[in-house]
């Protein structure tokens, strides 16, 4: 695979980079591990913003949070009857 770093897309190589540097390990791999990570830390988000032990404002707070770092994701839940859903947005 490969990603365009010129002209415009010069901004990717340093995102690319910081993210090798951060694994300790060469582009291509870093951006497997990155990918991997992302996916099993949302997944877990979605299964700490379900767990009955928290309170909503606990989790009204975890949310502001994850969503104050992300720039892509945006986490939200809905408490009803059933339970908790959360839901995950994936800003294009």
């Known amino acids: 695979m490969r ?3 010129d002209g415009k897309f ?3 190589k340093d995102i690319v980079e910081d993210v090798s540097v951060f694994y300790d390990c ?3 791999r870093a951006l497997m591990l990155a990918s991997q990570d992302v996916q099993a830390f949302v997944g877990e988000v979605v299964d ?3 767990d009955e032990e928290l309170s909503l404002a606990q989790r009204r707070e975890l949310v502001e ?3 104050s770092v992300s720039h892509r994701l ?3 839940f809905k408490a009803g009857a059933d339970g908790v ?3 995950v947005e994936i800003d294009q």
């Open 85 to 87: 859903n959360t839901e």
């Open 65 to 67: 949070r994850f969503n």
């Open 48 to 50: 700490l913003l379900e």
């Open 10 to 12: 010069d901004h990717r």
């Open 74 to 76: 945006e986490f939200d």
């Open 26 to 28: 060469n582009n291509t």
């Open 3 to 5: 990603i365009r770093t």
